[in-house]
């Protein structure tokens, strides 16, 4: 493991970076930071899911169709189908699927927020703290190692090491935006989203 330039800017807090959308003769060290692929707005994969889900959610149980498209999804990257377990046979049990093939298939998409406020499960999944690792350990930290400063163990030692990036809290009130006081004021037939 190497470490780049001091100067370098801290680009991210969890330790991680994404790769998605980069293309793949992207070189950090000579662009600034700019890309030329356009963020897309539907992908074929979206569609698929979005179908896949709202069959599972028509039918009494989902049916080969629910599969075909998850499966459809999957093989556009070589991954193998869908593994069939006894719960997937259920309405419920495929909704957990379908829903974790989401949350996989569409990571840094703008997605997530919208799909736990929609299956109402946000306050579950949304209400912990926020982990990450320790992206920039300080000398102090890599001298609490135990191991030499300058050696690349320290460094693996402490960048593993798991911190709160942030103390989120999800309530029921927050499954609606508030309403604007200016929307409100302009009609007073208008109430206020519960909670706010």
């Given at each position: 493991?190497?470490?780049?330039p001091?100067?370098s800017p801290?680009?991210t807090?969890g ?9 793949p003769?992207?070189?950090?060290n000579a662009?600034?930071g700019?890309?030329t ?6 992908r074929?994969?979206?569609i698929?899911l979005n179908?896949?889900e709202?069959?599972n ?6 049916d ?12 556009r990257?070589?991954?193998p ?13 495929m ?5 974790n093939?989401?949350?996989v298939?569409l990571a840094f998409?703008?997605?997530?927020f919208w799909?736990v406020?929609r299956?109402?499960?946000a306050?579950?999944?949304d209400?912990?703290p926020?982990l990450g690792?320790?992206a920039?350990?300080s000398?102090?930290e890599?001298q ?7 050696s ?6 402490v960048f ?5 990036l942030q ?7 927050h499954y609606l935006?508030?309403i604007?006081q200016?929307?409100?004021?302009k009609d007073?037939n208008?109430?206020?989203?519960y909670?706010?």
């Amino acid at each position: 493991m190497t470490a780049g330039p001091p100067e370098s800017p801290v680009l991210t807090h969890g330790g991680y970076n994404v790769r998605k959308f980069l293309s793949p003769t992207y070189d950090r060290n000579a662009n600034s930071g700019t890309g030329t692929r356009n963020f897309p707005i539907f992908r074929l994969a979206e569609i698929y899911l979005n179908y896949a889900e709202a069959m599972n959610e028509y039918l009494d149980a989902p049916d080969q169709s629910v599969y075909q498209y998850i499966n459809m999804v999957r093989a556009r990257v070589s991954m193998p189908g869908l593994p069939i377990l006894p719960d997937d046979n259920t309405k419920a049990g495929m909704r957990k699927r379908i829903q974790n093939e989401r949350r996989v298939e569409l990571a840094f998409e703008s997605h997530r927020f919208w799909d736990v406020r929609r299956w109402l499960i946000a306050k579950t999944v949304d209400n912990a703290p926020a982990l990450g690792l320790n992206a920039r350990p300080s000398a102090a930290e890599l001298q609490a190692t135990g191991l030499n400063v300058g050696s690349e163990a320290a460094g693996v030692a402490v960048f593993y090491k798991t911190v709160t990036l942030q103390n989120r809290v999800f309530t029921d009130k927050h499954y609606l935006m508030p309403i604007p006081q200016t929307e409100i004021d302009k009609d007073p037939n208008l109430i206020q989203n519960y909670g706010w």
